[in-house]
Each structure stands twice: as structure tokens, then as C-alpha cells.
T-cell receptor, first 112, second 114 residues
Framework: KNEVEQSPQNLTAQEGEFITINCSYSVGISALHWLQQHPGGGIVSLFM???GKKKHGRLIATINIQEKHSSLHITASHPRDSAVYICAVRGARGGSQGNLIFGKGTKLSVKP | ETGVTQSPTHLIKTRGQQVTLRCSSQ?????VSWYQQALGQGPQFIFQ???????GRGNFPPRFSGLQFPNYSSELNVNALELDDSALYLCASSSGLVAYNEQFFGPGTRLTVL
């Protein structure tokens, strides 16, 4: 079993829909990242959080440390949101700061 | 302030050859991490360099090696290439080793091994 699991693996939505992507992890963490990867590979960091909730524009990320679960929400989705969304965690102890553990990603396609 | 850059963007090699990938970290960042992303998978941690020293390594064989230079740019070297080394190689830079420091990713180098 992977240490970081995302669901769904693939998601197709109509423009304007509210989207939720989920991430569950099995290790103690110091931080959780949500990343966006466009075709061609470039990765953009959306959020880094260790508790509570963060909002940036139409994106909202929440984390529940007790339940080891995080969600990424997109409100009023748009075709330009189409990308792979990746959840990654950094362990709470041991390892180097760079040792992010990644989920496999959720491929989002927003249709006009 | 320039972002993280990587070169080359694409590369084709044959089995057994050696390859060097390059990464220039974001201005002010002294830490570089390298990741391998196979098609359809999430990235896997290869190793990290902090102030020119290796500071952690993932589950990759010794034929994966690296360097960090005094200007904090970095190289990833892979010897004796295998077909399974075909992947997107990402580097990310950050400032220091504090766990909460955000990493900034480069665009990646796509390596194809034939």
C-alpha cells in the first residue's frame, strides 16, 4: 500500500462545477503539499499546509491531521484547471527535508 | 528573481550510455532535490544537496550520482543507463533545510533510453 493515496485517479467535470480531490496518508507528517502538473511536466506548488485550511483564489486546501486526510477543492472550475494534481507529504521524523513522498496524482479534465 | 531552470528539456540516449542533467536553483536557494517521475506515476525522491553536500538519498542505486556547485546549481549523473531510467527528472530548490520551507520545481528533463 502506498504511503500517500489520492482519489479519484481521474476526474472529468463540466465547466463551473465544484471539484474535490482527496489525499490520505499513512505516516506522520510535518507538512503536506498540493502540486499542479501540466502536460509537459512543469510542477507548480499550490499549497503547503500543516493544519487547518488555506485559500488562494478559487482553490481551497484543508487538512485533518488526526484523520491523516487532506482535500483540495476547486470552485467554479474552468478548462484551464485541467492538469494533474499531486499530493505530497514530508515525514515528521528522519529523512532529509527533500524527501517528499508523492501520491500518484489525480488527472482532472474540465470540459467547456 | 529567476525561477528553477533545467537543461536539457529532452534527451534521448541508448542503453549503457551515461547522462548528465543540470539544474539551476532559484536565486537565494541553497538546497536542491532531485526526483524521478515515471510515466503515470508520482515523483520519487532521488537525493538532495545542501551547501554542496549530499543530505539524504532515496532508494536509487549508486549509478545515480550528483553534485552541487558553489553557486548552488546542481547536476544529476546517471551511468550505465537502463531502459527503466526513461522518465521525467525534476529538480526542486528551497532555502535551507527547515521542514516547512517550500520547494520550487523546475520544468523537468524528459529522458528517453532506447
Amino acid at each position: 500500500k502506498n504511503e500517500v493515496e489520492q482519489s479519484p485517479q481521474n476526474l472529468t467535470a463540466q465547466e463551473g462545477e465544484f471539484i474535490t480531490i482527496n489525499c490520505s496518508y499513512s505516516v506522520g507528517i510535518s507538512a503536506l503539499h498540493w502540486l499542479q502538473q501540466h502536460p509537459g511536466g512543469g510542477i507548480v506548488s499550490l499549497f503547503m499546509l500543516s493544519s487547518g485550511k488555506k485559500k488562494h483564489g478559487r482553490l481551497i486546501a484543508t487538512i485533518n491531521i488526526q484523520e491523516k486526510h487532506s482535500s483540495l477543492h476547486i470552485t467554479a472550475s474552468h478548462p484551464r484547471d485541467s492538469a494533474v494534481y499531486i499530493c505530497a507529504v514530508r515525514g515528521a521524523r528522519g529523512g532529509s527535508q527533500g524527501n517528499l513522498i508523492f501520491g500518484k496524482g489525480t488527472k482532472l479534465s474540465v470540459k467547456p | 528573481e529567476t525561477g528553477v531552470t533545467q537543461s536539457p528539456t529532452h534527451l534521448i540516449k541508448t542503453r549503457g550510455q551515461q547522462v548528465t542533467l543540470r539544474c539551476s536553483s532559484q536565486s537565494g536557494h541553497n538546497t536542491v532535490s532531485w526526483y524521478q517521475q515515471a510515466l503515470g506515476q508520482g515523483p520519487q525522491f532521488i537525493f538532495q544537496y545542501y551547501r554542496e553536500e549530499e543530505n539524504g538519498r532515496g532508494n536509487f542505486p549508486p549509478r545515480f550520482s550528483g553534485l552541487q556547485f558553489p553557486n548552488y546549481s546542481s547536476e544529476l549523473n546517471v551511468n550505465a543507463l537502463e531502459l527503466d531510467d526513461s522518465a521525467l527528472y525534476l529538480c526542486a530548490s528551497s532555502s535551507g533545510l527547515v521542514a516547512y520551507n517550500e520547494q520550487f520545481f523546475g520544468p523537468g528533463t524528459r529522458l528517453t533510453v532506447l
